[in-house]
């Protein structure tokens, strides 16, 4: 049974996970959201704490040099700053303290012994390469003012962030799985720091698949399995994947054997340890996420002219506008707005209910070959693929892949079978083997049988090999209605 949800109305709930109110500030949703956990949230504290310990290393180097007579100058060490800020950053990231902890489980140890290993570092690279021009009274004192400087910029910075979220912004809405008992002990666990209950249910049949229900209806980010969440080796596997898909972290207060034995557990903070899957794929994942990236932004500057125009084009040809948003299945299911060229009249929407007798597609999604909504620069745009060009923001932003099961929007995805719907377990593509295979011209059941393939199968080549084919398959034009 679910517990915990909060009444859609109730101000006090949503602040105390984060969520921003009408009646808050602005200056306070701005804060909540810099600090909630999310990727863009760390990637905005890692930046933060990043420049703050660039400037008081170079600052620390810059005034021992000008304390000491007769040594470098100011010139010399900023000539050197770009090696130096490498091996200082890799140095600091090597003893964990710009991976995303809660500000109350960094270690002060950890801090101190990397600081003086860059001490140790800068003194034996001065004797290696004297041609740097740093004498040892440069070094020393430098050693001193860095291990100075670093201390009060990381402690400024933990006791900065705990502030905030002592004052309810920012903290990460969280829902514990376990029996009643055990939710009640980690709610107790997360109080005041950076995790906010947010909601609770015990395990057991349909485990997945609730916790998927409570996620949507309290907006948490985070996952707590607490002591007594029994699950399997492989609904743990299943539940991590799920977790994975959807941007959420799962913790373990404590772990079990099961966990252990499943995923790798790390520190993460209040009593906590994080469960990751095991690495085997990752670096697949990340190459993937960094090459969709780079090609979107490429493509995207490269294409920005022909981008306008089609939106000029657009907006003579009908009343409307160029870009169409439409709510479609992401990720393990998670809705997301997804970018298209308009390619219908702008009151499609309300006349597909009375088209449904002519859908031409068996399945659960909704095709017709002369579709009367679709206008005339719609079908140009069709035909060429261009409608779908929009979609590299959603690639962008990571709400979709270069390469992928399509996207089905919550129409489509409603009346999928349980069945039907692990096609969900991937991040959907602009292209995928479906498009490549004659899009609408196939059956619902291969354009499954296609995307599962490419889920079991996925790897670099076979992405690469999707790219390459789609640009035979636009030409040819099969199924592109």
């Not at 100058?73 to 600091?92: D, K, M, Y």
């Amino acid at each position: 049974m679910v517990a915990g949800r909060f009444p859609s109305g109730d101000p006090e709930a949503l602040k105390r996970t984060g969520r921003s109110t009408a009646g808050e500030s602005l200056a306070g949703r701005v804060v909540g959201r810099l600090f909630s956990g999310t990727a863009a949230s760390r990637l905005f504290g890692r930046a933060t704490i990043m420049t703050a310990d660039a400037l008081a290393f170079l600052g620390s180097l810059a005034l021992a040099v000008t304390l000491v007579p007769g040594g470098t100058v100011v010139g010399g060490v900023l000539s050197l700053a770009p090696l130096l800020l490498v091996v200082w950053f890799a140095v600091l990231s090597a003893h964990n303290l710009y991976g995303w902890v809660p500000p109350e489980r960094r270690s002060i140890g950890s801090l101190v012994a990397a600081l003086l290993w860059c001490v140790a570092i800068l003194a034996v690279g001065s004797l290696l390469y004297p041609e740097s021009g740093f004498v040892a009274a440069e070094v020393v004192l430098a050693g001193a003012l860095v291990v100075g400087s670093g201390l009060v910029v990381h402690r400024t910075y933990v006791r900065g962030v705990a502030l905030i979220y002592r004052s309810g912004l920012g903290r990460i809405p969280t829902v514990v799985l376990g029996p009643p008992e055990e939710r009640e002990r980690v709610k107790r666990l997360l109080a005041g720091g950076a995790y906010a209950y947010a909601g609770g249910m015990s395990p057991g049949e349909r485990c997945l698949v609730r916790l998927r229900h409570l996620l949507e209806a309290t907006g948490a980010r985070s996952v707590v399995l607490s002591d007594g969440a029994d699950l399997a080796a492989g609904e743990l596997g299943e539940l991590l994947r799920s977790m994975r898909l959807r941007g959420v972290r799962v913790m373990a207060a404590p772990a079990g054997p099961s966990l252990v034995e499943s995923g790798t557990l790390v520190p993460g903070g209040e009593g906590l340890f994080e469960v990751r899957p095991p690495l085997s794929g990752e670096a697949g994942r990340y190459a993937k996420r960094s090459l969709d990236v780079a090609l979107s932004l490429s493509m995207l500057a490269l294409l920005l002219p022909a981008l306008v125009a089609i939106s000029a084009v657009i907006r003579t040809q009908s009343p409307g506008p160029a870009l169409f948003r439409q709510l479609r299945a992401g990720a393990d299911g998670v809705p997301f707005v997804c970018y298209k060229f308009r390619s219908m009249y702008a009151d499609a929407g309300e006349r597909q209910a009375a088209l449904e007798r002519s859908n031409e597609a068996r399945g659960a999604f909704f095709k017709m070959r002369r579709d009367p909504r679709v206008t005339p620069v719609g079908r140009f745009l069709r035909r060429w693929s261009l409608d779908e060009l929009p979609q590299l923001l959603n690639v962008l932003k990571g709400e979709m892949s270069l390469v992928g099961p399509r996207p089905l929007p919550l129409r489509d995805c409603r009346r999928m079978s349980e069945r039907e719907k692990r096609r969900l377990a991937a991040v959907p593509g602009l292209t995928g083997l479906w498009q490549i295979s004659g899009r609408s011209d196939l059956p619902f059941e291969e354009m499954l049988r296609l995307d599962l393939h490419y889920i079991e199968n996925w790897s670099l080549a076979l992405d690469a090999s999707i790219l390459l084919r789609t640009v035979w398959a636009v030409f040819h034009g099969r199924g592109a209605y």
